[in-house]
């Protein structure tokens, strides 16, 4: 199995010391505007997520995206990173930390996109 969104252990740690301080959380990846393009943080329930794709999860919190982002990023799996930085103009739970989660990406292989391809549309 292929996942297509993953974190790394810096983002792991973050999402970690977010869910001690917030308990449940969730991800959005956002599209851009006033926050970059940048994955969120928010508690479940704080933003709509009706008619968005789940990509997975990290850190055991579902990861969304708008199917407009999807359709652009399909190709790609997301890498989740933290970084000491604040966002600019960001409402992620993260930003009081001093911290910012970062998309990475990397297209999939042939192999992996074969394995993929039929899971989501």
Request: aromatic share 10%.
């Given at each position: 199995?292929?996942?297509?969104?993953?974190?790394?252990?810096?983002?792991?740690?973050?999402?970690?010391?977010?869910?001690?301080?917030?308990?449940?959380?969730?991800?959005?990846?956002?599209?851009?505007?006033?926050?970059?393009?940048?994955?969120?943080?928010?508690?479940?329930?704080?933003?709509?997520?009706?008619?968005?794709?789940?990509?997975?999860?990290?850190?055991?919190?579902?990861?969304?995206?708008?199917?407009?982002?999807?359709?652009?990023?399909?190709?790609?799996?997301?890498?989740?990173?933290?970084?000491?930085?604040?966002?600019?103009?960001?409402?992620?739970?993260?930003?009081?930390?001093?911290?910012?989660?970062?998309?990475?990406?990397?297209?999939?292989?042939?192999?992996?996109?074969?394995l993929l391809k039929d899971s989501l549309s």
């Amino acid at each position: 199995m292929v996942d297509r969104v993953i974190a790394t252990e810096a983002a792991l740690a973050l999402i970690e010391l977010l869910r001690a301080k917030h308990g449940e959380l969730m991800f959005h990846q956002s599209g851009g505007c006033c926050d970059g393009s940048s994955a969120n943080c928010y508690l479940p329930g704080e933003i709509n997520v009706g008619g968005d794709v789940l990509l997975g999860e990290i850190g055991g919190c579902p990861f969304y995206i708008s199917p407009s982002q999807y359709t652009y990023w399909k190709h790609t799996q997301l890498i989740i990173d933290a970084v000491d930085a604040c966002g600019a103009g960001s409402f992620s739970l993260e930003e009081p930390e001093g911290k910012s989660f970062l998309t990475r990406s990397r297209l999939f292989t042939d192999e992996e996109w074969s394995l993929l391809k039929d899971s989501l549309s």
